[in-house]
């Protein structure tokens, strides 16, 4: 199973885990780094990408694939609250800014880290870009325009997870172009604008990790709880039904 070309190890981007994601795609199984919430962070899981490429013994590497899941709605719930707490007009006009800066910034560092002579070698074996993956697109914040993360976030080789209600609501009323690389000088202003107030988007980062590591590890517990109980009474008749029902 684990050997199928579209299986992905789901591996979070823990400072822990980084090392891991260089040894599995080494062994050749492709990766879903996921939980990324800051630059620095996203950098290291390209390099453990392209390390476990560098030592990985197929001669075929087209058949390893990999995509970094970068979080977006959540960090402006945070930095919201943060930039209302400092509460000046500059914070405020920065409000539902800091999540779609720091991801076109992200973008920036993908085609920077995927192009050169590194990477070129790699490529020339048969390498697969890391796509970037749009994770938490859904808005949270409902007086923002319900398509705001999926219009934002348009742009080549990118993959973008759709909640059913993004889903719908850019099927109705999204607009499709070109947007990730839009605005690079803006995304910068706006992330160093952010900094300079005293936020730290590492500090940010590392709060959302935890947060979602938490809930990520209580719904794996439920998963496997409700896998044992079935287990248990033998009930493979329902075995179709998903876990995360109350059975
Ligand atoms: O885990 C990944 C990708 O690795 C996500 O795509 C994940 O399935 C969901 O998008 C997020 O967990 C949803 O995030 P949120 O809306 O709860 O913030």
């Not at 973008?107 to 490529?123: A, D, H, V």
């Not at 976030?153 to 009323?173: E, K, N, R, Y």
């Not at 160093?192 to 590591?213: F, R």
Request: charged fraction near 25%.
């Amino acid at each position: 199973m684990v050997g199928s070309p579209c299986v992905y190890m789901k591996i979070p981007a823990t400072d822990e885990s980084i090392s891991s994601m260089k040894e599995v795609i080494s062994l050749g199984i492709s990766v879903n780094a996921t939980l990324i919430f800051c630059l620095p962070k996203y950098e290291a899981v390209i390099d453990a990408y392209l390390d476990g490429l560098e030592s990985c013994g197929m001669t075929d590497l087209s058949k390893v694939s990999s995509a970094a899941a970068f979080y977006i709605s959540r960090v402006d719930v945070t930095l919201d609250k943060k930039l209302e707490q400092i509460g000046t007009t500059e914070a405020l006009d920065l409000k539902g800014k800091g999540a779609v800066a720091r991801a076109v910034l992200a973008y920036q560092l993908y085609q920077k880290k995927f192009s050169g002579p590194r990477w070129e070698r790699l490529e020339n074996r048969g390498a697969k870009k890391q796509r970037l993956m749009w994770a938490s697109t859904n808005v949270k914040n409902p007086s923002y325009p319900d398509t705001f993360y999926v219009n934002s976030l348009i742009g080549p080789d990118t993959i973008s997870t759709l909640p059913v209600q993004a889903l719908q609501a850019f099927m109705d009323h999204g607009i499709l172009s070109r947007t990730l690389d839009a605005k690079v000088s803006e995304a910068q202003d706006i992330y160093n604008a952010i900094e300079k107030l005293g936020i730290d988007w590492s500090s940010v980062g590392s709060e959302l990790e935890h947060e979602v590591l938490d809930s990520f590890t209580k719904s794996f517990d439920n998963v496997l709880e409700c896998m044992q109980k079935k287990a248990k009474l033998r009930d493979f008749s329902r075995a179709y039904e998903p876990c995360f029902q109350d059975n």
